[in-house]
């Protein structure tokens, strides 16, 4: 006597989101164990928000070498726009492709900017060929009753797969502000960082990329402390208020970062702060020139002391290419014709 089992092997098809503008922050870090070995479509989300000349090509390519490291099955990136609604027609052509073979789940659908992301794949590709899809265009199926006080996840009863989004707050990208001869200063932004300068080269610059709203603000950081405990809630902020900054808990976590860098020239690092935005480092400003400094004889490296306020988490990655600038010094990794077929590819 024989007993034949017969087993059904379902492989989930993972849409994946994350915030250009929060990258590291928004990137789950279990996003292995959610999605294991299933095919993942990466959509990254907000690019109308990096400044003017960002060559999108460069930064495909940035976001592919990073989810690449991650080991992550990945089929294709697509860099899109709410806005702009740049790159929601591939997105949507692709999700119809692939869930004729898989069922298919959303996974980190973050704030209310990626819900109209969602709306607009119900409404471009998907509406006109899913009859689910349609039904939920008219009900708007994440949209909170009171705009601002979604906490926990929602259940989207959009796709015949289902799924579930949750809310986050909006990042702008704001003006890039420069700064030369950093030793010894301590730069506040607003009042949720601040960042110690222990050891850097005397052309170092340090350009941020976060809300319009956080000012920056140097003193020496012998004086650090005594100006937060004065100003924040008046001049650093947020918090705002004289009652939100008594209840406060202050900068709590503090991390060293020693950034080794090759070329002085080139931009070595950046640090990234989640849910903020991110400060970019360059050994020596271009615009000050090598000839004053033997390169040669310094130390490769940089020293920063970063303090945030818990669970806010610290990133150090490589620079990410945005503005003229960084399409310039953004370099491209030689791949061989293995890497090269492996790759996932990019859409914008």
């Known amino acids: 006597m024989f007993l034949i089992i017969e087993y059904w092997f379902f492989i989930l098809l993972n849409i994946f ?8 922050g928004s990137f789950l870090a279990r996003v292995r164990d959610l999605a294991g070995a299933n095919p993942i479509i990466l959509v990254v989300t907000k690019v109308d928000l990096l400044p003017k ?29 709410s806005k702009s609604l740049v790159g929601v027609t591939g997105v949507a052509s692709e999700i119809q492709l692939e869930k004729k ?6 996974i980190n659908l973050l704030a209310i900017v990626n819900f109209l992301i969602l709306l607009a794949l119900l409404s471009d590709v998907m509406a006109q060929r899913d009859p689910v899809a349609a039904v939920a265009q008219r009900y708007k199926p ?31 990208i704001g003006d890039k502000i420069k700064s030369n001869g950093l030793n010894g200063l301590s730069i506040f932004w607003g009042g949720l960082v601040r960042i110690d300068v222990l050891k850097v080269l005397p052309g170092t610059r340090l350009t941020f990329y ?4 956080l000012q920056l603000h140097m003193v020496p950081t012998e004086k650090a402390e005594e100006f937060y405990q004065k100003e924040i809630g008046v001049l650093l ?33 950046d640090v990234a702060i989640s849910g903020l935005g991110w400060f970019s480092v360059e ?66």
């Open 142 to 172: 994440i949209q909170s009753a009171v705009p601002g006080t979604t906490l926990g996840p929602i259940q989207i009863d959009a796709f015949l797969g289902g799924g579930n989004a949750r809310m986050a707050s909006e990042v702008e």
């Open 283 to 348: 050994p020596i400003c271009k615009s000050l020139g090598s000839s004053d400094l033997n390169t040669e004889e310094i130390a490769k490296e940089l020293h920063f002391a970063v303090h945030v306020p818990k669970p806010v988490e610290i990133f150090v990655r490589p620079p990410f290419p945005v503005g003229k600038a960084g399409a310039e010094s953004y370099q491209y990794r030689d791949l061989t014709e293995m890497e090269e077929a492996a790759r996932p590819k990019c859409y914008h």
């Open 210 to 213: 976060g809300p319009k709203a």
């Open 101 to 106: 073979v898989h069922t298919f789940t959303i």
């Open 17 to 24: 989101q994350v915030d250009i503008v929060d990258f590291n």
């Open 237 to 269: 902020t947020p918090p705002s208020g004289k009652q939100r900054a008594d209840d406060w808990r202050g900068l709590e976590t503090m991390r060293q970062l020693q950034i080794n860098f090759e070329d002085a020239t080139r931009p070595a690092s």
């Open 53 to 81: 000349g960002t060559d999108l090509n460069c930064v495909g390519d940035w976001v592919v070498e990073a989810t690449t490291k991650k080991k992550l099955n990945v089929l294709s990136v697509h860099l899109t726009s």
